[in-house]
Every structure is written in structure tokens, then in C-alpha cells.
């Protein structure tokens, strides 16, 4: 038989590409996504006693916290808006980006017992978890509306909506974009390094005190402000805020720093996870 | 000529032995610099030949230069003993993980079965598990529905189709997750010892439900299993590997015998020079044990047919003594099948011998070992000889077409008479 003249569909090498299966394959795949998506939302609430309200409860509890110790306690200026829908609004963008991190940051960890025993497309699974995490935000967002809602109507407050009002899926987008490129980068840490899931938790914890969660950053102390602008989240917590609540600092320029970033970081984690996905398997 | 539907090409593979711990950072920066910034070669993997290989004690090669050739339609089973390499071979077709050297080609669509019941959750109902199993395994939402009912009803569970699969019994939870597996239609599938579960009714059919698959529609299968009656049946070549290498390719009758008597020949014999080197204590010390089929021809396998002779002989160190031997049958899941005590007869100082056989058509098919106790006065055990020798026996069945685990510790050929009575059939028929 003559060797070599024959065509063959796949090969499967030491090497591994860069690029991955393909946006054909991984289209193939697509029922998964959304069954695992299904799975994530079941396997949260199935046997709960408060069920998927759960979407909601942890995000108010956080932010009747908050109200009470950073507000009332702390005194922490919120500029002018009202504290509840403040520190609401931080909470939920929050909440998106740290779940999308540390949900797709153990991608390897987590699912180490189905990877070694079939093969589909890894990026199937980090991808289920963002998708999982922005539905649970779009519900939180939507009780973030009732909220304004509410107070523009019993509490005499006024959002000045302007045209910024447009930009906020931008901005959600860019901290999905940015959750899931740490993430996808951590994954392939914590798939080697056992003690980087630590470095995850604590990591986040302590991130969200340069980022506008808490406070606006037109409150902060000129010298120390640039610390805050550093972080490529900070001009999208702010036009988060400018565009649901009408208060908010941002430029143009720090807002393309956010993009640029999140850009360069999610495909640049993504060539990552391609590449050493398929020899983690050995390791985990 | 059927064409080759799955190549593989000098298909190496190199696992790094030891804890991959908190030195392992270091090394990849290391390996990164080396491999990636000075263009050099790997500076941990030095194995350019197999002497340099075999020295090195934290690497180890699951494969070696294994090379074959799967063409369209074919059953092809993979048998070695553990550790051989099987499972890292079927991983690497599977795309699970790569190779360290050479390449797997081929045409189609694979799927593989690892494990049984892939991607199953247990507070997921049977109905939603079937989507996310059928899913991961490669179906496509088509598909799944199309073959749903079908899946239900091969499995058995269509009562407890909506209930979480964690209130399932085993065998239901097997049996489910078998059923959409089996309902796969892939161009090459891969199958690795998932029939070690489930009882033996399924069993049974899992293997026809294969057998069909590969017969009838003409797919591809490639077959781990420690069962050669499995293997036999199933498949029509077979691949035996040996510490990673291809030791053996061909018709699959051929390969099984030669595997089976190759790992036969081994653990059946040990011999002691002196008093003290045998194993042993102050009382006795063993000189010889060995255990012998009685084969036809010195190639045959040891099975189910064949009679053993067990043969031994220890030093007596002790005058005018009372003794007697215990000849005690384990097998492999260390259930104790007989123990059968010689007489008890006063020796004096010096070699005792002694024998015993096990008729054919006595043991069932498996793996054995055993013990041989040294009593006194035939009360206090002076010696116990623990897994001096070890045996498999092999299945045969000639003409029956059951093909599962065969039942029972033992497998004895008791004369059985069945028959129907003449007189009452008659007298039926007339009363009709």
C-alpha cells in the first residue's frame, strides 16, 4: 500500500497547536454548552429550600452588609446616590467578574475525572461557566432596574440619563471578557500548581479593594487615585454606574485601556489553554 | 481490501514518575528556557536511545514504537496484563492525551468509552443524564432524541426515568449509562473493560449489542479486555502489548493462545538449595513447590478442562513429629475454594514430599493462588506458606453460546440428566 498519498481527517501529535479545535468543532458542541449550562442552574438549586431565589439572595444580603458596614459604620462616601443602589450595582458587576474568574480558573481541576476519560472540546466547559454566570447576572441586573425604578418613583431620585445609557454592554462584556481571560490563565495554573487555587481566592478578595466596588472613584485622594485607575476594571465599574445610575468618571482613553486589555488577555489566555490543555490531562 | 481507517506510527509515550511538586516551577521555567529560548533540546528527556531510557528510573514508557493498522469494519482487541500500555494507547487515539513521540491518524468519527457512565451527575435525573452523557460523548441533540426511547427501553429503567440517578441501584445506574453508549454511531468505537461492571445478564447483552455494531453496520472497534472469551468472541484480530511494546498482531485465535500461555508459564515452579535459604522457620523449611497441568501439548493453555498437580517438599527439622499439610485454594478476590488437609503421619528429621491433584473440570475460569500449611498433631500450625503459588485458569466452553462471567467459585462437571417424560407429555397433548 502506498504510504503517505493517503488522505487522512485527523492526526493526533505530541505537538499542540496553538489555535485549538476550531470554531467548527466547537460549534458541534454547542447542545453541550447550553446542557451544561441547564446543569449548572439544576445542580445549584435542585434540594435547596430557597431554590433559584438564590440568585437573588446572596447579592442582597451582601448588600444590606455593605449598607451597614461600609455606609453606616464606615461612612464611606457614595457620591450623592443612594447607597442601596450604589453599592447594588457594584455588587452585581462584581459578582460577574469574580464567579467568571474563579468558576473558570479551576476548569482543569474541576473536571479533571471527565477529561481523562473522553475527549471533546476543553473550551466547552469555561465557556458553560461564563454563560451560566451572565445569565445569573442579567436576573440581578433586572432586579437592579426595579430598584432605580422604585426610587425614582417613592424616593425622589433623578438619574441624569444621557446617551451613556447605550454603553452599559459594553462594559458588562469587557468584564465577562477579562473574568473569563484570568480565568482561562489561572486554569492552567491551578491545573499544575496546587496552591495557586489559594492564591485565586485570596487574590480576588483583596482586588476588589482597588476596584470601584465599594466607593466611587471621584471620592478617592488625587495622590492615590492612580493605584485604582491601574486597574483595567476600574473604568468599567465606572461607566457600569454612569450608564444605569448617571454618575460615573471615565475617559475615553481609560476606557480603551479596559478593552485593549481585556482583548490581549482573553486571546491571549486562550492560545494558552489551547496549547497546554491537551497536556494538563498528564498532570492533574 | 478493506481501507485503513486508523493509522498508528511509531506511537511513543513517556510518563514522568514521582511528585510533580512545588520543584516542578522551577523546571518549567527551565524547560521553557531551554526548549523555547535557546532552541535546545529537552533538558529532562535525554532518551534519543533505549539504553539511556532504561536507566533512568523517574520516566517510564507506557508505549514503545507501537505501530498497526486498523482498516474499515474490523473488531480489534487489545489484550496484555496491567500496565501494559492498553489504556494509554486507547487515551491517545481518543484524543484524552498526547503522545510524547510519533502519530495516530485516521478517518471518521471516533467516540470512546472509558468508564461507564461518563459525564453522569447524581442529582441529575436518568433523562437528563442521558442528554449530558450523550452529549459528552460526542451526539448531537438530533440524535439523542431520536434514539431516546430506545436508550430507555435497552436499559430497563423507563419506570425511573425522572427520578435523580443517585437513588438508582448500581445496576440500574450501570445499565442507563451502558444504554447510551451503546447507542453511539460513531465511524470508529473505542472500548476500554467497561463490561467489569454489571451483572452478568448485561454483560451478556452489552456484548451482543457490540457484536452487532461491528457485524452489521460495519464500524470499527477497537476492544481492551482482561476476558479472552470477550475478546474472542468479539473481535477478529487482536493486539497483545507488553511493557508498551507491540508484542503480537494477527488473528485473533492465534495471539490469545500465544498471550495466555505466555503469562502461564511463569509462578508455577520455585526450588530452594538449602535449608536456609527456603522459606520457612526453626520447624520446617520449604525445598520445592510447583504446580503442573496436564497438558496434551507443552503450547496448550491451562483451562477449565485441564487437571493440576500440585508438588512440593519441605525440610522436617524436627524429630518424631506428627504432621500434616494443608493444601489451601484462594482466588483472586481471596475467597478461600478449598482447603484439603493430607493425612497426618509422625516423621522423622528430613525432606517430607508430597502431592495432590485437582481434577479437570473442577475449577471455574480466574486466577488462584496458594497457601500450604505445615500443622502439627493436626491442631497447631507451625508454617503457613502464604501464596507460594499462583495459576490462571483459563475459560472454555466449546459450543456455548453464553458468553458472560461464568457463575460460581467452582465450576464441577456433575453428571446431569435432563430429559422429558414421554408418558405425561402425551397425556397433555390429550386432554387438549
Not at chain 1, 454592554?169 to 471578557?177: D, E, F, R, S
Not at chain 2, 535459604?277 to 525445598?287: A, D, L, Q, W
Request: aromatic share 12%.
Amino acid at each position: 500500500m502506498a504510504v503517505g498519498e493517503k488522505k487522512w481527517e485527523w492526526e493526533i501529535q505530541a505537538k499542540t497547536s496553538y489555535l485549538g479545535p476550531g470554531f467548527k468543532e466547537l460549534w458541534s458542541y454547542r447542545h453541550l454548552l447550553v446542557n451544561q449550562v441547564r446543569r449548572h442552574f439544576i445542580l445549584n438549586y435542585q434540594q435547596t429550600v430557597l431554590g433559584p431565589l438564590w440568585v437573588l439572595f446572596q447579592p442582597i444580603i451582601t448588600l444590606i452588609t455593605y449598607v451597614l458596614v461600609f455606609n453606616k459604620l464606615v461612612g464611606i462616601s457614595t457620591g450623592g446616590m443612594p447607597p442601596v443602589l450604589f453599592y447594588f450595582a457594584g455588587i452585581v458587576l462584581w459578582n460577574f467578574f469574580s464567579d467568571s474568574f474563579t468558576g473558570t480558573s479551576t476548569t482543569f481541576r474541576e473536571n479533571a475525572e471527565v477529561f481523562s476519560k473522553v475527549y471533546f472540546p476543553r473550551l466547552i466547559m469555561p465557556f458553560s461557566v461564563v454563560t451560566t454566570h451572565f445569565l445569573r447576572f442579567m436576573i440581578q441586573l433586572l432586579f437592579l432596574f426595579l430598584g432605580i425604578a422604585y426610587y425614582t418613583v417613592f424616593q425622589d431620585f433623578s438619574p441624569d440619563l444621557s446617551l451613556w445609557v447605550a454603553t452599559f454592554p459594553l462594559a458588562v462584556l469587557t468584564v465577562g471578557a477579562m473574568g473569563m481571560g484570568l480565568g482561562l490563565t489561572f486554569s492552567v495554573l491551578t491545573a499544575k500548581y496546587r496552591d495557586m487555587t489559594n492564591l485565586v481566592g485570596l487574590g480576588i478578595r483583596l482586588f476588589m479593594f482597588v476596584t470601584p466596588v465599594i466607593y466611587p472613584l471621584s471620592t478617592r485622594p488625587d495622590e492615590y487615585r492612580w493605584v485604582v485607575l491601574l486597574n483595567p476594571l476600574t473604568p468599567l465599574f465606572e461607566l457600569f454606574r454612569l450608564a444605569v445610575l448617571g454618575e460615573g468618571t471615565v475617559t475615553m482613553l481609560q476606557l480603551t485601556y479596559s478593552m485593549v486589555f481585556a482583548v490581549v488577555i482573553l486571546l491571549g489566555s486562550l492560545l494558552i489553554f489551547n496549547k497546554q490543555g491537551d497536556k494538563l490531562i498528564d498532570v492533574v | 481490501m478493506a481501507e485503513a481507517i486508523i493509522e498508528v506510527d511509531h506511537l511513543s509515550k513517556l510518563y514522568r514518575l514521582g511528585t510533580i511538586g512545588t520543584g516542578s516551577f522551577r523546571q518549567d521555567i527551565q524547560y521553557w528556557w531551554t526548549t523555547a529560548v535557546l532552541k535546545k533540546e529537552d533538558p529532562f528527556f535525554h532518551l534519543d536511545t533505549e539504553e539511556q531510557a532504561a536507566t533512568r528510573r523517574d520516566a517510564i514508557w507506557a508505549l514503545r514504537d507501537v505501530s498497526f493498522e486498523v482498516k474499515r469494519g474490523e473488531a480489534l482487541g487489545i489484550i496484555g496484563s496491567n500496565g501494559s500500555g492498553k489504556s494509554t494507547l486507547l487515551k491517545i487515539i481518543s484524543r484524552i492525551v498526547r503522545p510524547t513521540r510519533g502519530a495516530v491518524r485516521g478517518n471518521g468519527k471516533v467516540s470512546s468509552l472509558l468508564e461507564v457512565g461518563t459525564g453522569f451527575h447524581q442529582e441529575l435525573t436518568g433523562r437528563e443524564n442521558i442528554y449530558t452523557s450523550g452529549y459528552i460523548l460526542g451526539m448531537n441533540k438530533e440524535e439523542i432524541r431520536r434514539k431516546f426511547d430506545e436508550i430507555v427501553e435497552f436499559s430497563g429503567v423507563e419506570k425511573f426515568i425522572d427520578t435523580p440517578v443517585k437513588r438508582y441501584s448500581s445496576g440500574m445506574y450501570v445499565r442507563l449509562a451502558f444504554a447510551v453508549a451503546a447507542h453511539l454511531e460513531p465511524d470508529i468505537l473505542i472500548v476500554d473493560e467497561v463490561l467489569a461492571v454489571g451483572d452478568a445478564e448485561f454483560q451478556k447483552k452489552c456484548l451482543g449489542k457490540m457484536r452487532d455494531v461491528s457485524q452489521s453496520e460495519g464500524r470499527t472497534i477497537l476492544f481492551v479486555s482482561h476476558s479472552m472469551q470477550a475478546v474472542s468472541n468479539l473481535c477478529d484480530k487482536a493486539l497483545w502489548l507488553e511493557k508498551g511494546k507491540l508484542q503480537e498482531i494477527g488473528d485473533v485465535g492465534g495471539v490469545v493462545n500465544k498471550y495466555i500461555t505466555g503469562i502461564q508459564k511463569f509462578r508455577l515452579r520455585h526450588s530452594w538449595e538449602s535449608p536456609e535459604e527456603g522459606p520457612g522457620n526453626e520447624y520446617v523449611r520449604f525445598k520445592h513447590v510447583e504446580i503442573t497441568p496436564h497438558l496434551k501439548h507443552e503450547d496448550d493453555p491451562v483451562d477449565i478442562r485441564t487437571p493440576l498437580t500440585l508438588r512440593f517438599q519441605f525440610w522436617n527439622l524436627m524429630d518424631d513429629v506428627e504432621l500434616s499439610v494443608g493444601f489451601v485454594l484462594f482466588n483472586y478476590t481471596g475467597e478461600c475454594i478449598f482447603d484439603v488437609p493430607s493425612p497426618s503421619i509422625v516423621y522423622k528429621k528430613g525432606v517430607v514430599e508430597g502431592e495432590c491433584t485437582i481434577p479437570g473440570h473442577f475449577l471455574n475460569d480466574g486466577s488462584y493462588y496458594i497457601n500450604l500449611h505445615v500443622v502439627r498433631d493436626t491442631s497447631v500450625m507451625l508454617y503457613a506458606f502464604e501464596e507460594c503459588l499462583s495459576f490462571d485458569v483459563e475459560d472454555y466452553r466449546g459450543n456455548i453460546k453464553w458468553f458472560g462471567k461464568w457463575w460460581g467459585a467452582v465450576r464441577p462437571n456433575f453428571p446431569f440428566r435432563l430429559e422429558q417424560n414421554r408418558e405425561k407429555t402425551i397425556l397433555q397433548e390429550k386432554s387438549l
